[in-house]
């Protein structure tokens, strides 16, 4: 294939500037990577064309020689793509990404690979999630709770190398130490990571054998865990970095706690209100009384009206759930039931019945006779 001219290959002009020249290869560069455009030749031979031309075109001297001489002026120069590649990294390496700059300097030195890179992947650790039950008041409170849980930690024996102590790490057989794998597709090479090293281009000589290799090991842990004050029953708290530790220095995951509400006997939750039912007598209800009603703080004394009726709602502001921002509370809502009189004695019955008698239909507006 007959060599294209470089200014063509860019898109530019003769007396193009430095500027348009990069962005003309940014451009040519992000469209033609082969990142993007696995396995297409075609491709390829662009991206290799447009990163041979920027080569050139953006260093003043060859630019010089290339424009007296043409290729052959290039060539004699002693043109080394691979040397000069670090420029191009140090300008483009925040819009390729690390593994893709380095599939850039695969595809200059070929299969042959000279020396092997070093490549620190460091992974962060799972996340992982544990369970608490609490009772309705601590739900109203706020709580600290100890939650039992198994995680990864940080293996103590090797520091969470996974090396036995004394041993270190060898390259990787497999690949050489390179991390990767290549495949070799004509000119250019595709690039797997490494399966054996993980990428890493390095294998543990020895393992650890507390950990075998791993660099952590499962651990039963007690952790204090503040609950807020309101939370919801199902809720799922986030506690940052309690997960799994990472791998090789990566940052811990974190630990997700559901947090159930139990179910209270006296009191039944509506967001941050409470109801709670209360029984009065039939006469306490027509003659009217005081109670003392229980709350999540103390039991409150609770007036009830001459006349009350059956499914009144009475309401004690501020005495339900504390509104999980901090701000406010809710209301608990006391719903009155009146409990028909049972098991009557004979007095009891003729006394109800000589009420009944003498009783006139002001008293029951409601009840036809
Ligand atoms: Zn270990
Ligand atoms: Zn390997």
Do not use: W
């Not at 050139?56 to 001297?61: F, G, H, I, K």
């Not at 990404?97 to 200059?108: A, P, Q, T, V």
């Not at 609950?227 to 919801?232: H, K, Q, R």
């Amino acid at each position: 294939m007959a060599k294209r001219d470089y200014y063509e290959v860019l898109g530019v002009k003769k007396d193009a500037g430095n500027d348009n020249i990069k962005e003309a290869y940014r451009k040519l560069a992000l469209q033609f990577h082969p990142d993007r455009n696995p396995g297409d030749k075609k491709t390829e031979e662009k991206f290799r064309e447009a990163t041979e031309s920027y080569e050139v075109l953006s260093d003043s001297q060859k630019r010089a020689t290339y424009d007296q001489f043409g290729f052959p002026g290039i060539e004699n120069s002693g043109f080394n793509p691979t040397d000069d590649l670090g420029r191009v990294q140090q300008e483009f390496g925040d819009i390729f990404g690390r593994g893709s700059i380095d599939d850039l300097f695969n595809f200059f030195r070929g299969t042959s690979g000279t020396g092997s890179r070093q490549r620190e992947q460091v992974f962060r650790g799972e996340d992982i999630e544990a369970s608490v039950r609490i009772p309705l008041k601590e739900a109203a409170e706020g709580v600290k709770k100890e939650v039992s849980l198994t995680r990864l930690t940080t293996c103590q024996s090797c520091n969470g190398t996974g090396a036995s102590a004394g041993t270190g790490k060898r390259p990787c057989p497999q690949c050489d130490g390179d991390g990767q794998i290549r495949h070799n597709q004509g000119f250019f090479s595709i690039s797997q990571t490494c399966p054996r090293c993980g990428g890493n281009g390095e294998v543990i000589e020895k393992p650890c054998r507390n950990c075998n290799g791993k660099g952590r090991v499962r651990e039963k842990e007690r952790l204090q865990v503040t609950i807020p004050a309101g939370i919801e029953n199902g809720s799922k708290l986030r506690i940052h970095g309690k997960g799994n530790v990472g791998i090789q220095g990566g940052p811990a995951g974190n630990l997700y706690l559901n947090v159930f509400v139990e179910e209270d006997p006296l009191f039944r939750r509506e967001g941050n209100n409470l109801f709670y039912e209360q029984f009065i007598t039939f006469s306490e209800a027509a003659l009217g009384t005081e109670k003392e009603a229980p709350t999540l703080k103390g039991d409150v004394r609770m007036k009830i009206p001459a006349g009350t009726q059956t499914n009144t709602v009475l309401r004690l502001r501020g005495r339900g759930m504390p509104n999980i921002s901090g701000y406010g509370r809710g209301d608990q809502l006391v719903r009155i039931t009146i409990e028909t009189p049972v098991n009557l004695t004979a007095e009891e019955r003729r006394l109800l019945e000589d009420f009944e008698k003498r009783t006139t239909r002001r008293a029951y507006p409601k009840s036809k006779p």
